[in-house]
């Protein structure tokens, strides 16, 4: 079954930040039946969870780190379908205290 | 010109329904709805666009999001949530008001906090406590008076605080 919208994330992801360790997960079959899907037509690639570690986020509070993600993925978001990606964002040595994938 | 009133969604009462009327779906935000918008933000000290209502929410994430908000003991009084799925206008509105594309979406004393994520990382790590006590967001504890003891017995039964 192809993936064309979990390969971009990975993608763009990866060129943009060059993550130590990245892990992109796909809720989108929990969702499918949901209210705010419905008249949706993309539903197999539609939630995502990302764990993005990377120390392209230090120094960022974040929502800022937050926002870096969103505006990369922003023509998935806006116009694919993408209605929810959760993130968790960690610096290097933020992960290593606690290296759990979302 | 474009009337908006906004009403609250006050946590423990009674559903009543946002009215912001939808016209057509904006891609760029409009003045009115800006400005619909910017009257949502400053409704209340803590305000959260989510999917669905408080007492039914439409979405997982705004579900948990509601449910941290009740845990930490946000006053009623001081909170107000907005459905978006009751208006596209403010649904898409409020993604370029934020610049954030997802909701739901947490202010307090109308600056953005997050999405569910982000609450639920300030939850664990005890932010989301400091920034609520920091804004006096949270019910009020009733003072102990220690001169009149027999009024403890009284006092209502109060969460446990977790640290």
């Known amino acids: 079954m192809s993936k064309p919208i979990e390969q971009a994330i990975k993608t763009k992801i990866t060129g943009a930040f060059q993550p130590v360790h990245l892990a992109v997960k796909n809720d989108s079959s929990k969702h499918a039946h949901h ?3 419905r008249g949706a037509t993309n539903v197999t690639e539609s939630h995502f969870r990302l764990t993005i ?3 392209a986020f230090a120094g960022k509070a974040l929502p800022a780190r937050h926002r870096m993600v969103y505006t990369l993925l922003d023509e998935e978001i806006k116009e694919k379908g993408v209605h929810a990606v959760q993130l968790k964002t960690k610096t290097p040595t ?3 205290k606690d290296p759990k994938d979302l | 010109m474009f ?3 906004v009403n609250r969604i006050p946590l423990r009462s009674t559903f009543s ?3 912001l009327r939808p016209q057509t779906a904006l891609r760029f935000l409009s003045s009115e709805t800006k400005n619909a918008i910017e009257s949502a933000v400053n409704s209340a000290k803590v305000v959260l666009f989510m999917k669905g209502t408080p007492q039914q929410p439409q ?3 705004s579900r948990a999001t509601i449910q941290m908000l009740g845990q930490q003991g946000v006053d009623p009084e001081k909170f107000a949530a907005y459905n978006v799925l009751e208006d596209q206008e403010l ?3 409020i993604k370029e008001y934020s610049q954030w594309p997802t909701i739901p979406q947490l ?3 109308k600056e953005f906090v997050g999405g569910c994520d982000i609450v639920m990382s300030m939850a664990q790590s005890g932010e989301l406590t400091e920034l609520l006590e920091k804004h006096d967001a949270l019910i009020p504890e009733e003072p102990y008076d220690e001169a009149e003891p027999e009024k403890a017995a009284d006092a209502e039964v109060k969460p446990r605080s977790r640290d």
């Open chain 1, 94 to 96: 933020e992960w290593e």
């Open chain 2, 17 to 19: 329904q946002s009215i």
């Open chain 1, 53 to 55: 570690v990377s120390d």
């Open chain 1, 35 to 37: 209210a705010g899907l």
């Open chain 2, 107 to 109: 202010y307090v004393d």
């Open chain 2, 59 to 61: 979405c997982g994430f």
């Open chain 2, 91 to 93: 649904r898409e509105g």
């Open chain 2, 3 to 5: 009337r908006t009133t």
